[in-house]
């Protein structure tokens, strides 16, 4: 059914068409307006078998209406207000869609609402003036159909009777934006709509009418009319997203929330047009029950009903969510559908459990951080999560703790790695006890099952290990000079393999000295040389040699062991003099020589020493004398008054304080030498060096004063050269450069004072010559790739008054020059060359003979020439 109009000022007659026969009439009829009443009002209808009226006065169809039915008979509605008993009453007529109303019917339609200007009579005798009638809104249904233009209101004022009036309304909808939607005859006041009406897009119109005489005077107030339009059912809901997406923890209890989907409808939500329903129109998977989930028609708020849901079995339901308007009534209301993706996430409800009850593994003895065996658990829990990482742990089996199960993070695999060496002798297998928890504890709902345990049976096999030495190293004792071909000791090794039948054979790996040799089959170290306590391949007293056992298996094994001997010292190192050299003067006086010994041997094969000098040569005794300071030093002496300069060697007698005492003839260097007048000994040598280094220390002072004179030279000779170059800068004459600028005259003498200026600043040639740079402040830097600007040229014999244009044309090209340089400077206009007829500046009225020259042109110039034409330019005063 489709609306013609509806109106709702207080209640009156209204006449709707229906759009074809059988059609299902779900919008509204009738509307009741309480204008601001705000009281109860209770509804009846004439026919409430085929009509319904909500609490707010909205009028809808219970059925569908066919053409058996009268269509004169109007429908009658009454309001009762409850508080004050005040009754309303309206009709509404029905008309199937194209035809034709009958007599009644048109008058009925001519009957439409009336809209009178108020009057303008005031009672004077009241204080206050009256306000202007309310007018009541005027209501139009959206999406009418026509025929248009359709009638809505008659405006009318009461002055019509009197004066012909004219009518018109202003405002949104008529004059103003949207314009085109309503219109009015001026003469007889018919307000009409032009075309449907869009809620969804102007809910109301706010027009003013107004009355007007025929000269334009307004006759009346104008009058606001309100027009609202009234919503009809004409949109769908729409969900703000196509997809939602929610979880919910599996297990959950009956009630728990998962999710909040919401739709929108454009059409008025005071209406039931824009009141929504939802519903789920079908769940996806329909385990373990078809109706796991519920939803708050009014709220969307999804829940959950049933309890059973099992991550393990359905991870993702998928609901069809429908929302319905006209309050989810499925035979009037619009609908549409959207999609709730709803998770099942996962708690801990499942524990690991082993693929078999026992794992097997094998493992080389002596072998670390290698895997062994894979255990393998199943778990239903998501994976990668906290309830689906298992820990492993080892509860029997394994005292000495030599494996330990860490969980690959991809496969979740329990991987037995040894991670201590097993010596096969001792332990040739193992029987381990895992058990395997997750991460996280078992939810508390879950009743806690037996725990999950299995058996690794480990086999260790058997290796070709290395022999070794016992003890290693070996330390022996043995007494120096040892003479050769002596045994010293066994050197032997054990083997670990005792369950392998093997030989072992020894070789030397280290002898530094060559003095020690192994027997290859049992070990024993015989000498082969003397061993010598004083070699320089002793540290501290200890002589270190390597051997090497290898045994026979395959592949074969072998270790080394290190020999430590300790050699014991024998007195057999003759004491020598020390210091071997010394320096005394050619005239000692009381200066005598301190000398000790020196043994190789240790206490008590060293010191006291004794100290004597030989009977041959005979001349040793004559010369030199030898006093005992204690058991360790004695002085040397000069028994003679006087020894030549020279290098002397004396021979001295030493013998040691060993159990078998031993001498040595050792002989004393001593350099006799000049001494000064204290005593010390004169060094020629270091005499002479100190005079060379003086004689260096000069030639250096004297290549410094001749390298700095140099420069001096240099700076002398650049300023001459500066000076040659500045005279030769001004390379014109200034008697022949005569270009036209202020030149410098002088053919007077000293008559001017006011030329007392160096004007060969502005001498600049335009030519660089013999390599110099032109002089003067004009800068020569590139010049830009415009065309040349155009200077004027001034005539060979200029009128006097022409100098001025000149001038003033010359400065505008160069303003325009876009070759100038950037800055002011001054600019070379033209040559005058040898022949220029223009004389000199200073001849302008310098004399009496061409005093009457007329020079007022000059004030023409501007200020700079106006003393100028002062002084030329007067009277003779």
Partial sequence: MHRNILVSSGLTKVTTRVTSLGEILNNTLLKYVDCGRRAHVRFECSQPEDFRISVDGVVYALRRLHPSRSWTSPLLIRAQDDATHQQWQTQVRLLPA?????????????????????????????????????????????????????????????????????????GPGADQPPTGVFSIDPVSGQLSVLKPLDREHMPSFNLRAHAVDLNGNQ????????????????????????IWNGSVPEGSKPGTSVM?????????????????????????????????FT????????????????????????????????????MYGLSNTGTAVITVTDINDNPPEFTSDTFFGEVPENQVNIIVANLTVMDKDQPSTAAWNTIYRITAGDPASHFSVPTDPVSNKGLVTVVKSIDYEINRSFVLTVVAVNEIPLDKGIRLPRQST?????????????????????????????????????????????????????????????????????????????L??????????????????????????????????????????????????TVMCEKPENNGINITAVDADLEPNTGPFSFELPLQPSDVRK????????????????????LENGIYKVPIIITDSGDTPLSNTSYLR????????????????????????????????????????????????????????????????????????????????????????????????????????????????????????????????????????????????????????????????????????????????????????????????????????????????
Wanted: glycine letters at 6%; one cysteine or more; proline letters at 8%.
């Fill in 623 to 642: 010369n030199w004398t030898i006093t005992r300071l204690s058991g360790d030093y004695a002085q040397l002496s000069l028994k003679i008054d006087f």
């Fill in 219 to 242: 006759v009346e107030n104008p009058v606001d009319i309100m027009i609202n339009v009234i919503d009809m059912n004409d949109n769908r809901p729409e969900f703000i997203q196509q």
């Fill in 454 to 530: 299995a058996t690794v049976s480990i086999r260790v096999t058997d290796v070709n290990e290395s022999p070794y030495f016992e003890p290693n190293p070996k330390l022996l004792e043995l007494q120096e000079g040892l003479p050769a071909e002596s045994v010293i000791t066994s050197f032997t090794a054990q083997d670990p393999d005792r369950f392998m039948e093997q030989s072992l054979r020894y070789s030397t790996l280290s002898d530094p000295a060559n003095w020690l040799r192994i027997d290859p089959m049992n070990g024993e170290i015989t000498t082969t040389g003397v």
């Fill in 670 to 877: 001593v350099k006799v030498c000049q001494c000064d007048l204290n005593g010390d000994c004169i060094d020629q040598e270091r005499i002479m060096s100190a005079g060379l280094s003086t004689g260096v220390i000069i030639t250096i002072l004297l290549c410094i004063i001749t390298l700095l004179i140099l420069v001096l030279l240099f700076i002398v000779w650049m300023k001459r050269r500066d000076k040659e170059r500045m005279a030769k800068q001004l390379l014109i004459d200034p008697e022949e450069d005569i270009r036209d600028n202020i030149l410098k005259y002088d053919e007077e003498g000293g008559g001017e004072e006011d030329q007392d200026y160096d004007l060969s600043q502005l001498q600049q040639p335009d030519t660089e010559i013999e390599g110099i740079k032109p002089f003067g402040i004009r800068r020569l830097d590139e010049r830009p790739l415009h065309p040349e600007p155009h200077y004027p040229v001034r005539s060979a014999a200029p009128h006097p008054g022409d100098i001025g244009d000149f001038i003033s044309e010359g400065l505008r090209a160069a303003d325009n020059d876009p070759t100038a340089p950037p800055y002011d400077s001054l600019l070379v206009f033209d040559y005058e060359g040898n022949s220029s007829t223009a004389g000199s500046l200073s001849s302008i009225n310098s004399s009496s003979s061409d005093g009457d020259q007329d020079y007022d042109y000059l004030k023409d110039w501007g200020p700079r020439f106006m003393k100028l034409a002062d002084m030329y330019g007067g009277t003779d005063e």
């Fill in 260 to 292: 909040t989907v919401t739709a929108v409808d454009k059409d008025d939500p005071k209406t039931i047009n824009g009141q929504l329903r939802y519903k789920i129109v079908s769940q996806n998977p329909d385990s373990p029950s078809p109706n796991m």
């Fill in 295 to 330: 939803i708050n028609n009014r709220t969307g708020s999804i829940i959950t009903v049933a309890a059973g849901l099992d991550r393990e079995k359905v991870p993702q339901y998928t609901l069809i969510i429908q929302a319905t308007d006209m309050e989810g009534n499925p």
């Fill in 532 to 581: 010598d306590r004083e070699s320089p391949l002793v540290q501290n007293n200890i002589y270190t040699a390597m051997f090497l056992v290898t045994d026979s298996g395959i592949p074969p094994a072998s270790s080394t062991g290190t020999l430590q001997i300790l050699l014991v010292d024998v007195n057999d190192n003759a004491p020598e003099v020390f210091p071997p050299e």
């Fill in 98 to 170: 194209g035809a034709h109303p009958s007599a009644e019917q048109d008058v009925f339609r001519r009957d439409i609402p009336e809209i009178l200007f108020p009057s303008r009579l005031i009672d004077m005798s009241l204080k206050r003036m009256k306000r202007d009638w309310v007018i009541p809104p005027i209501n139009v249904a959206e999406n009418s159909r026509g025929p248009f233009p359709m009638k809505l209101v008659m405006i009318r004022s009461d002055n019509d009777e009197k004066v012909s009036l004219r009518y018109s309304v202003t």
